[in-house]
């Protein structure tokens, strides 16, 4: 079966409540997203907040602080807002790639597998019914004289220690105090928390929920979002194959991947589009195909939304693709497209509202970069 890239994305504007926009909640467009990157919190708030007619931030925190999504390190080792039952089938399949065993990790890290194992009991212990700062986690992990060596590692901000515990299930984080992050255990956040399956019964989960919002795809594209292809490529495409009926492989102008055959229907249906929408920095429908992706984001410029230290820029969408940036300065929204082309001013006041709403900061005005 043939379709066109303009075709699959004007499906993912739609699938992913881009336009139309949701009437549901956060925990609705977590769900279809696979997660709402969190790494800056202001960021998810606004991903969320574009994709609900309700539109204003603070939908993510109320849905973190009644346990309908909770966040800890899932995809690329980065911090989402998750709900539970497809959170715990991420970190099934992060862990169990295992990267803490790898050579190169504990060179880096200082800690053997052991020291690993080790340290999810101690803190699935030390975390039980309670919520520390990453202060007092680590004073109470080192009491115990074997971990004293790691204590610069387990303080670090990046969470290079901490990570494996989370992929585990032995520690997510709770809520702020104050500016101090916390940690605790995901049953004392998710009601019903019911632990990390299996991994060949998580893939089915992760795999369909993936390719309702970023088909088609392939299994190493599905592992590149998800581990940075740490994950053994015979597995990934047994989980993928096992699947059997539900996947049709497509092709799209040359690329070939799978889709979930349930939407093929809904996809052969899809009309392309010419509208303009605005979307926030680290959203997810650049980084659930990922940044690499050309169909996407055309290669010249990838370094304008993927920028240094991982920045990801906001989007300016044409028709599904990625055609621009923009930011805010002064009450200005300013915009960059690709390639000289001229600014569509028109379309993008009319997001004005739509922004200010979601940022929670004043928006008067479009101008050129």
Known sequence: MRFSWDQVFAWRVRRQFVDPRSGGDAVAVAERLCGVQAQVTSAAETAVALRCSSGMPGA???ALGEGTLFKTWAMRGTLHALTPELGAAALSLM????????PAWTKAAGATPEDVAALVKAV??????RVLTRDELVREIIAEPRFQPLETHLRSGWGSMLKPLAWQGALCYG????????????THVVPGWSGIPDPDAAAPTLIRAYLGAYGPTTPDIFNNW??????SKPT???WFSELGADLTEIEVEGRTGYFLTEHLDDLAATEPTTAVHLLGQFDQYVLGPGTGDTALLPGDHR???SRTAGWISPLVLVGG???GTWELDKGDLVVSMFDGAPVPTAEITAELARIADATGQPVQAVRSA
Do not use: Y
């Not at 862990?95 to 790898?102: D, F, I």
């Not at 809520?175 to 995901?186: D, I, K, L, M, N």
């Not at 998800?226 to 994950?231: A, P, Y």
């Open 321 to 323: 693709r990625i055609a």
């Open 236 to 238: 990934v495409r047994r």
């Open 303 to 305: 370094a304008k939304v």
């Open 60 to 62: 993510v925190a109320a």
């Open 226 to 231: 998800l581990t940075r292809n740490f994950l």
């Open 95 to 102: 862990g169990s790639a295992r990267t803490w065993e790898k």
């Open 124 to 129: 699935g212990e030390i975390l039980d019914g």
């Open 175 to 186: 809520q702020s105090r104050g500016t101090a992050v916390t940690f605790t255990h995901p």
